[in-house]
């Protein structure tokens, strides 16, 4: 990578560049403001909790939530095992099961796994072809015992954006706690977690132009209370729910992040979604392509796309010197397993390891749209030239027809 | 994943990609994969009356790895006898582009596309087993 070639970042799921004015937000943080927020007995400290607390105002106004009920963490991934396993711990005497989606993140997936060891029944709903769930099938699958709903607002491989009011309205008539994993979600489109019957929910600073170790955990206060056990031993802060010295930089980062996004999320999401509408219509002029996932209801900056009889991984080599982007491919992940998101939408893993993910950002231009179109389109038409699966289709063999030697 | 320079070569300049006649007696097909695995190499030979491999062709669906697994086998393919070419291993192609432990199925695949080749060519040919 040559330090003056340029780049382009489209994958903005992952992990997005932090706004400068929340580094400047941040910075006295580290260096003259570096007190700890629980000493309660001088100035230094009084400087911090003060940063904290407005953090705590900035994050909740975002969610629509009172400031009492902002639970800071060191990210989405430990908001979501204390949600889970504390509602688990807390409401033991309560139930014992708990549901989910099979697209939920592995964070969500493996700590209720983890939590199947201990005893606790979970049941995985499927998604339909556009990855939503069936609510009457939610509804009937709600049983006395259940203590929580866990499902994410929006996918992060599809950004398929799940009906939280209805799934909200459904867990307060059967008095059921609902948990939503908004990573993908704060600060890019409107989240009310009151008009939603939300009553645990999570977010990251990194996915929204903060910083990365710093998240949130809203916890209902009011109708219901909820509490959930805490998951590591310590000096009690955050109203015990969350021991440890709190990330005063950081927390002062998301803030600013959560009062940016406020302020920019309309104008942002029409930009993005016109700019990937772009970058969607460019690719579906070329053959045998589909696009995966709700295009109706779904987070306006991601597109999931299949180029079929072209390997994910081998497309993104032709161009990932200089543009970024990711791939349901199994090629890229460490199990050799294609995508289970888009294999959970009845995607054949053929059509999962032909996929790439584009996800835009506030920093994303026109003309990055532009270039990157134009080389992940000549990607494409070079895999095809040496695919012999494409040559098969374009002798117009049946590929289902071919009996392939498994390895 | 930082791949070695010559995999990147190979991935980047892929050498003998193409098609060969399938139904010429002295043309061997070799198809191996899924599309469902990720990755479908097809490798062909041209043989001489001499038994020697005087063409080599390949297309893959595959990652990176995969692509370049076969374009090195083609390479090493042409100008070698049938023997020769059967005793082709895939640690050789491992140590050769450098792959990683997780894509060493990749050179396992073109070790099988070479093999399912040769015995096209055989059995098109009349040699026994």
Known sequence: ?407 | MAYSDKLLDHFNNPRNVGTLDKDKKNVGTGLVGAPECGDVMRLQIEVDDNGLITDAKFKTFGCGSAIASSSLATEWLKGRSLHEASGIDNMDIVEELELPPVKIHCSVLAEDAIKAAIKDYQEKNGFAG
């Open chain 1, 1 to 407: 990578m040559s330090a003056n070639k340029r780049l382009i970042y489209l994958d903005n799921n992952a992990t997005t560049a932090m706004d400068p004015r929340v580094l400047e937000a941040m910075l006295p943080y580290f260096t003259n403001k570096f007190g700890n927020a629980a000493s309660r007995n001088h100035p230094f400290g009084w400087v911090a909790e003060e940063a904290v607390d407005y953090a705590r105002e900035q994050v909740a106004k975002l969610i629509g939530a009172d400031e009492r009920e902002i639970i800071f963490t060191s990210g989405s991934t430990e908001a979501i095992n204390l949600a889970i396993k504390g509602v688990a711990d807390m409401y033991h005497s309560k139930g014992n099961h708990i549901i989910t989606v099979t697209t939920e993140h592995k964070a969500v997936l493996d700590t209720c796994h983890a939590l199947e060891k201990k005893g606790i029944e979970v049941t995985y709903l499927p998604v339909d072809e556009k990855g939503n769930i069936d609510l009457k099938e939610l509804e009937a699958t709600i049983r006395p015992t259940t203590v929580l709903v866990a499902i994410m607002y929006a996918n992060n491989e599809t950004g398929t954006i799940h009906p939280m009011k209805e799934i909200g309205e459904i867990c307060n008539r059967k008095g059921v706690l609902l948990f939503s994993d908004a990573t993908q979600v704060a600060g890019k489109i409107p989240v009310n977690v009151k008009e939603s019957g939300i009553h645990l929910l999570c977010f990251t600073g990194h996915k929204m132009y903060g910083p990365k170790g710093v998240g949130v955990l809203y916890v209902s206060r009011k109708n219901p209370r909820v509490k959930v056990t805490a998951q590591m031993d310590g000096g009690g802060h955050e109203r015990g729910m969350r021991s440890g010295t709190l990330n005063v930089p950081g927390i002062v980062g998301i803030g600013k992040a959560a009062e940016i996004a406020m302020k920019d999320m309309e104008e942002e999401a029409k930009r993005l979604s016109t700019l990937r509408d772009k970058v969607e219509n460019a690719f579906l002029q070329l053959e045998e392509v589909v696009v995966n996932g709700d295009t109706e209801q779904r987070m306006p900056h991601v597109t999931n796309i299949s180029f079929k009889h072209v390997e994910g991984e081998g497309l993104m080599m032709t161009f990932n010197q200089e543009i970024a982007v990711s791939s349901g491919s199994a090629c890229t992940s460490a199990s050799l397993e294609p995508s289970y998101v888009l294999k959970a939408l009845g995607l054949g893993d053929d059509l999962a390891h032909s996929s790439l993910r584009l996800s835009l950002g506030r920093f994303t231009t026109d003309e990055e749209v532009d270039y990157a179109v134009e080389k992940i389109s000549k990607g494409v038409e070079h895999m095809r030239s040496i695919s012999p699966i494409w040559e098969m289709y374009k002798e117009g063999i049946d590929l289902k027809s071919v009996k392939w030697s498994e390895h």
